[in-house]
């Protein structure tokens, strides 16, 4: 069975940004997988600006943010298959893939780097009544079609969900010449970034109505319009403010599930919040010498974190082939609380061993919060807090952990993130 | 004497923020740092935008080309912009930084090309 030191499984931000640390740490033999005819993923369709800030700092489209980096892995000279599709990852690091040149191929990996990204809730997940006419997109699709195929997917659009993408295409629909009648967001605020809600709402004049949802869809072949309606504080409609909305496009912005089939395949637990493995600080799975990193692991706000939390992975993986994984030496493992306000961390888990000097937890907030405390504890004692002026679920935070810090309470059998108030 | 109302977006703190015009005064309140009656006063002023969209593009891998305004344009100027960009066709191959308007709009400022298209 043929080898290969590094197999990366995804040639999106993650992979790529993953595949050239693990080249800088010192591994050639490394191996991108990725299922599109071109490397990138999502960035090529996200042809919108304001990506690169933290990275390059300037802003860059998605594609010439994707170009950055497909041009360092050319000039690092790392092989990649386009249009192969992973089939399985065993927890023993076999990796079986497809392609029409070599057919079905099984090999085994030194260590497996986990990219495979998210994928958009769907319009099953989400119960509405209604017909199945056309003209119901997710929000990616819709960008897909209108911005690589070159369709324009409808002219009177009412979009569900302020996720970003959601945002985006709103302003990307009105440049094109539609009208986007209304943004209905369920939740009382809105999950995407406040640079998208007046960029993309607010110099259009696009509502955003919050608290509100589609309770009905209308139309049997071509969608003719959808009823929107407010909901209470426990997002039941509220009877008497039903709002008829005529189009002939609906399209979902209602959140991103990170795209774990390969990874329950191989037996990786996965977390119930995130829906993304739990990893240590090394961001490997509870398989040994596996992986995982970007979307895959949490839905990220910002493609400048995936790609620093990818190319942490890949020098971690390339320590663990060259025998440098000193997380298997003697040392103790410290579970990652989430608590008051705190949905979730990555890590969640520490292992005291492997420990580097500082390590970057983030999560997310369960709300909106103002004037409040990010505090870290180690069990009972408050080790530090940052004053957050606002906190909110649309934008990803984080805290760092030190090495030092920790060594002097090595007693520490939890470590936990919450938000405070006093 | 003009009031406007509009949202910082220097920060997720999302301040919103009150800016009065007096002739020449400008005053910005609601703000919690300077950054807020920076945006606020260029808001009010001149305010501006990159635009980004696709162009078609003849005998390419894929079907349109992305393309953004080099710098920034003036805000009232984004649907003159975007009628150019959607009359517009290239020809592939097109490669990432070609210019495929030269002047927008009279703007003075170029469209290019935000990734390359091989030909088909």
Redesign the interface.
Known sequence: MRHHDIVIVGGGPAGLAAAVAAKKAGITDILILERDNVLGGIL?QC???GFGLHTFKE?L????YA?RYIARVEEEQIPYCLNTIVADITRDRQVTYINREEGLVTIRAGAVILAMGCRERPRGALNTPGYRPAGIYSAGTAQRL?????YLVGKEAVILGSGDIGLIMAR?MT???AKVKAVAEIMPYSGGL??N???CL??YGIPLKLSHTVVNIHGKDRLTGVTIAEVDANRNPIPGTEEYYSCDTLLLSVGLIPENELSKGAGISLNRVTSGPNVNDRLETEAEGIYACGNVLHVHDLVDFVSQEAALAGQNAAEYVMGQNAAQAAGHTIPLVAADGVRYTVPQFLETAGMRDSVTVRFRVADVYKDRYISVYYDDKRISRTKK????PG?MEQVVLTKKSLTEYPQTERITIRTEVE | MEVRE??C?NC???CPLTVTMNGDRITVTGN?CPRGADYAKKEVLSPT??????V?VNGGT???V???TKTDIP?GK??DV?KEI?AARVDAPVK?GDVVIEDCAGTGVEVIA???VARA
């Open positions: 090529n042809i919108h600006n802003e489209t998605g594609p010439e170009a209108m911005n690589i195929e070159g990307r440049l094109e010449g406040k640079r809600i007046v960029q607010d110099d002026k606002v906190l909110a934008e | 509009m949202i977006i997720p703190m999302g919690t935008r990159i635009v980004t969209s696709s078609r894929i079907a349109r992305s393309v953004k805000k984004i649907f975007m959607r990432m935000t990734k390359s």
